[in-house]
């Protein structure tokens, strides 16, 4: 499938991107190079999306956002951070539909994973162009990324795992998300990750 067909189809449909991932062999020094480069673009369309308001609405940047105030002091920090989430989910993925006999191994939702991230940064571009123009519907395609993105990673998990029903892959999905988000928060509150002084 073209990367335009696959791209568009993806969001039409994320059944598609584990078949078609599946397909394709890649290596784990593969996976580590788009790791980094989704997690330092979306540094970069994080920033970028958090300046335009300051800039076009006078305000200020560090007030707009505790993640704006990362970015703004220390974006190495938020890059980290932003591997650490991708890799946290894709374990998630993994070992949560293992647990349950699921078939899908850690390269592959590490693949799909990345790949989602992929479609939400243009996305993300597509939204920076909104800010400029009608504010109002960047915020309301935000939303509708956001709902999209957990909607296509329980579908992608299901389609990895070989599972029957996407309601049950969703809320055991949401339990393993909460209890993770949970011991991440608590680990990063320790380390005085949230405090903007401290950043």
Not at 6 to 14: C, Q, W, Y
Not at 170 to 192: E, K, N, P, R, Y
């Amino acid at each position: 499938m073209r990367f335009r067909n696959f791209f568009i189809e993806s969001i039409l449909d994320p059944g598609v991107i584990h078949k078609e991932l599946k397909a394709i062999v890649l290596s784990t020094s593969d996976l580590v190079q788009a790791l980094l480069f989704i997690s330092i673009a979306s540094v970069v369309v994080t920033y970028i999306t958090f300046w335009l308001p300051s800039v076009l609405f006078d305000r200020t940047l560090n007030d707009l956002n505790l993640i704006a105030a990362i970015v703004s002091k220390n974006p190495f920090i938020f890059v980290i951070l932003q591997c650490a989430i991708l890799l946290m989910i894709s374990l998630i993925i993994t070992f949560g539909g293992q647990f349950f006999s699921g078939e899908g191994t850690f390269n592959n939702a590490l693949a799909g994973v990345l790949w989602i991230n992929f479609i939400l940064l243009g996305v993300n571009f597509f939204q920076i162009l909104l800010i400029i123009s009608i504010p109002i519907l960047a915020d309301f395609l935000a939303l509708l990324a956001s709902l999209w993105s957990i909607w296509a990673l329980v579908v992608f998990s299901k389609e990895l795992h070989g599972f029957n029903s996407l309601v049950v892959t969703g809320m055991v999905g949401l339990i393993l998300f909460t209890f993770a988000v949970l011991i991440l928060g608590s680990l990063l509150t320790f380390f005085g990750f949230v405090v903007i002084e401290g950043v």
